[in-house]
């Protein structure tokens, strides 16, 4: 998407969405990695599971979903009946990129007695063809629900599953996708910042590489990262995810420290993911105005995909 000409916009923009919210009876759903100042305009902040519940109990008429498209998908298919927008189609997911639903229709028919338990960030095709969803805060919850002499698919993020995999000693078969922020994390950077802070914790998504978690002192979903530097404690933390949660946890534990993780490529800002940058006030404004881009989908798709995350929303 072009960025928003400046005739198009309104001098008090936040005040522009503020009333177009009140018009259009809209709710506006936002992930933790976020821009700040989209975070503070959200009526609801969260990550995959909690916007997944969110869009599944919200009355609005229209759903603003500032995140990527796999997440307005997943609104989309929860509430067919409401209008469901992005700011920027464009915004899309490396990792939902990495796992092409024909693909993994052809490894299911090579383990036809292999269940699929897929990662929420994947598309509507995907989920179409998998038995159950997951988010990182409930994957072991929902793996746990099958018994142990039932084989499985795990996809696309091969370090969840193997993350998953090793804490349950649970064999399973993964997906080879990853997250492009989360490879790309330095383990050099962790360990020479672990020395010059010896007192802090070092906290991971477990969307992060192996040789990354091993060093974790904790371990877990965005949202249960932001619990555990509330909670714990320390006042250091080394933090390797997407920095956008560092605005909530900022907010929430104000007298702490914290320290994004940097990539290995420490001249570019390589740990933000570039899809969820895409989105900006402007082109919010501009979705709440148009109503597009509107996530459109097929019938038989949504009913498709909409059973995997009923059973993982029903073992929540």
Known sequence: MPSPDRDDLPTDLLGAIDALRKERNAVILAHYYQEPDIQDIADFIGDSLQLARAAQGTKADVILFCGVHFMAETAKILNPTRTVVIPDMAAGCSLADACPAPLLARMKAKHPDHKVVSYINCSAAVKAISDIICT?????????????????????????????????????????????????????????LKVKHPGSRIIAHPECEPSLLE????????????????????????????????????????????????????????????HMKRNTLEKIYLALRDLKPEIVMDEALRLAALRPLEAMLAIS
């Open 136 to 192: 990182s805060s409930n994957a072991e919850k929902v793996v746990a629900s099958f018994p142990r002499d039932q084989p499985l698919i795990f996809a696309p993020d091969r370090n969840l599953g193997g993350y998953i995999q090793k804490r349950m000693d649970r064999p399973m078969l993964l997906w080879p996708g990853t997250c492009m922020v989360h490879e790309t994390f330095s383990e050099r950077r962790m360990i020479e």
């Open 215 to 274: 060093k974790a002192d904790f371990i877990g979903s965005t949202s249960a990262l932001l619990d555990f530097v509330v909670k714990d404690p320390a006042t250091t933390f080394i933090v390797a995810t997407e920095p956008g949660i560092l605005h909530q946890m900022a907010k929430a534990a104000p007298t702490k420290l914290l320290i994004p993780l940097p990539g290995l490529d420490e001249t570019c800002a390589c740990n933000e993911c570039p």
